[in-house]
């Protein structure tokens, strides 16, 4: 039975350019719903720029034009980018819109009508040169809680605590650098503690939150009575006037999360559908994607807003992480804060939506993109593992297309398609990483059939014809099962290999039928490798230009690798260098050395022991060898099949406990969980020996 989800991401402010920090989250957003109709469900995926706020007042008097002019022209621009990134709304509103200037009145007189509003006069901080009482946002100061200097007006990013603005010690208006002073004004307030005992239980149960933000929630606000919600600011500020309190104007964050409804409400106008369905109803799952920064607001005040006024309740907010750019915070200063508009003039959205999809996880920690592994990820992945399948097999069958039967391929297929129900759980949990690596070992073990019927051979036997198809009908067919589960990530992969293979891709049990039969169309390239030289000059473009992060300078030349990596060193990476080296060895003891690429082609725990696992490699062809490798505390055995390791070939067998261990499986790392397997670069072969 289909399900039916209202899906949205959080509203990206119209003040400013999307950058990568935002793409984040669409682009985790927009798998998720592509993921959901591939598997046959009903979503609606909407979002909106939040417009409101003393940030767009102030930008629009320093341009000299209205707000209006500004956040429509802002708008635009936020459409393209995300659109560039192959994130399709099926709305894309404002927040400056009749609709949610409607939809707000009624929720403010559901809280009216039930008690929930009070006034009472306050005194706010006010900037004597910008002449503005100053949004939370725009006040900056020591934390009155923990000491740390940086802070912002509403809560500690430090500690996590909240507070009011006039709280902050030292605090300096973000606006003009000037101190604020302290001014009195009548100020609106939702009683939010109304609403704990309610908070309570929908936080703690149900499954609306992941458990650490369920936790965190606990902790900071729910532990004490919450404080009343200020949700009004005076004039002059840019925003919806409060209808029954002129001179002022809903605080953005009570509109904001509104733009929901409003981006609801004027796609339903649009397309006849009905609001109830989504607002009203027990039927619909209403999912918000959000970034940590905003969790107190969605889980504490947007809850109660719709408790208040009868509408449908979240049935999950997915909260992620920051996105850090090679180890640091985005930074203008560091040449770290990437537009999204700048990314797509040199580099290709398809990687940047791989490679985020293979570090998203289901929790909320913060991801870093790392220019030099971002490149050799994509090009070992997907252009190594999953394009190549089809550039080695594609143009044999142009002329004959797929045998008419699928032939006998040792279970790959029906292995593949039983992969399926796990890679949907890791995706519908939005543990994005773990359907990757699921990927990517269907793809290593569809390689391995590769090396073993090297079509390339076959093609330049006539006699052989049938062998040929057989052989380029399976590798299709397993390129095909992988092309639809990264669909949801690299939709534009998906178009170009339907139409490559003359067959559907549009639905995910399409993975459970091979295809045979068919014509196959005339091979057209699919995805290019990264350019580090592209890398680099992304690199060049930031606001930084002259002094680029040395792990993206890696990327640019293979000869200054270790050079630009000493100048990127972590705080561990330091510590590991520290470590003594060992005594110095000649080229003719290096020699002795046999290593080697191998593929694990089966691997299994060893139960009465703690570290090991079993591994079985192929150093090509049938030659085979046994390895006993203490790496069971970082990886379950089944993420190693299929996988090309470096083995030393030649170390003499070692008699254990367990069996005959006959070579070493070369790894780095400490040891316990930090235990890193390392693997060679893309075109590598079994049995291939390594320089």
């Known amino acids: 039975m289909s399900r039916r989800f209202l899906v949205t991401s959080a509203l990206p402010y119209a003040n400013g350019a999307i950058h990568l920090g935002h793409m984040l989250e669409h682009v985790q957003t927009d798998v998720w719903v592509r993921f959901q109709r591939l598997r046959g469900n009903d979503v609606l995926y909407v979002c909106a720029d939040d417009t409101h706020g003393t940030a767009t007042m102030m930008r629009a008097r320093q341009e000299g034009r209205s707000e209006e002019t500004l956040i429509g022209e802002m708008n635009l621009a936020h459409q393209k980018d995300f659109a560039g990134f192959d994130v399709r709304f099926d709305h894309y509103g404002s927040t400056h819109s009749p609709k949610n200037r409607e939809l707000c009145a009624q929720v403010w007189a559901a809280l009216r009508a039930q008690g929930r509003v009070v006034e009472r006069e306050v005194s706010r901080l006010f900037d004597p040169e910008a002449k503005v009482f100053l949004a939370d946002r725009f006040v900056k100061g020591t934390c009155p809680r923990c000491g740390t200097p940086g802070q912002y007006g509403d809560n500690c990013e430090s500690c996590g605590s909240t507070y009011a603005a006039s709280e902050l010690k030292d605090p300096v208006s973000t606006l003009s650098g000037a101190r604020p ?17 309610f908070l309570t239980e929908w936080t703690q149960a149900g499954g609306h939150l992941q458990t650490e933000v369920a936790n965190y929630v606990k902790g900071h606000f729910l532990g004490e009575p919450l404080r009343d919600w200020d949700v009004s600011r005076p004039a002059p500020y840019f925003g919806f006037e409060i209808p029954d309190a002129p001179g002022h104007y809903w605080y953005v964050w009570f509109d904001a999360p509104i733009g929901y409804m409003a981006a609801t409400a004027e796609w339903c106008e649009r397309t006849g559908g009905s609001f109830d369905r989504y607002w009203r109803s027990d039927d619909t799952e209403i999912v918000h994607f959000i970034g940590k920064d905003i969790i107190y607001f969605h889980t504490l005040f947007w809850p109660a807003m719709l408790k208040a006024s009868g509408l449908s309740l979240p049935s999950r907010i997915h909260v992620h992480g920051f996105l850090t750019v090679d180890g640091e915070k985005m930074s203008k200063s560091r040449g770290t804060f990437v537009l999204a508009s700048t990314y797509l003039e040199h580099l290709d959205p398809a990687y940047l939506r791989y490679y985020l999809a293979s570090k998203l996880g289901p929790g909320i920690e913060d991801l870093d993109l790392n220019l030099e592994e971002f490149t050799a990820r994509v090009n070992a992945d997907l252009v190594g593992k999953v394009v190549n399948l089809a550039s080695r097999s594609a143009r044999f069958v142009e002329a004959t297309g797929l045998s008419e039967r699928y032939p006998d391929d040792g279970g790959l297929f029906e292995q593949a398609a039983a992969a399926g129900d796990e890679i949907a759980k890791a995706y519908e949990a939005c543990d994005y990483a773990r359907a990757m690596r699921s990927i990517m070992q269907l793809a290593d073990r569809a390689n391995e059939f590769v090396d073993r019927k090297e079509p390339w051979k076959l093609a330049k036997a006539p006699e052989r014809a049938g062998e040929l198809r057989d ?15 990264l669909a949801p990530v690299l939709p534009r992969l998906a178009t170009s290999s339907a ?14 039928r091979p295809a045979v039969g068919s014509k196959i169309g005339k091979f057209q390239h699919l995805l290019a490798r990264v350019d580090p030289k592209k890398v680099a000059a992304l690199v060049a473009a930031q606001p930084s230009a002259a002094a680029p992060s040395p792990a993206a300078a890696a990327t640019a030349s293979r000869n200054d690798e270790v050079a630009a990596a000493a100048g990127n060193e972590t705080d561990d ?5 520290a470590e003594p080296l060992a005594a110095e060895c000649s080229i003719d003891d290096f020699a ?8 694990v082609v089966a691997a299994e725990p060893v139960p009465e022991a703690k570290k090991l696992i079993k591994l079985s490699v192929s150093l090509g062809g049938e030659h085979r060898r046994t390895v006993f490798a203490g ?9 190693l099949v299929g996988r090309l390791v470096v083995v030393v070939a030649n170390l003499a067998p070692r008699k254990m406990k367990f069996g005959v261990s006959e070579g070493m499986v070369i790894a780095a790392g400490p040891g316990e969980k930090d235990i890193f397997v390392l693997s060679p670069d893309s075109g590598a072969k079994p049995g291939q020996r390594v320089h």
């Open 631 to 639: 790496i069971k505390s970082a990886y379950a055995p089944e993420a």
């Open 499 to 512: 139409e490559l293979l003359a067959a559907p891709l549009a639905a995910w049990d399409e993975t459970k």
């Open 573 to 577: 990476e330091a510590a590991l260098l």
């Open 471 to 485: 052989a380029c009908t399976v590798i299709l067919n397993l390129y095909r099962q992988l092309a639809i589960y």
């Open 181 to 197: 002073e302290l001014r009195s004004s009548p100020q609106y307030f939702v009683q939010i503690e109304h609403f704990h005992d």
């Open 592 to 599: 002795k050395i046999d290593l080697r690429v191998a593929r």
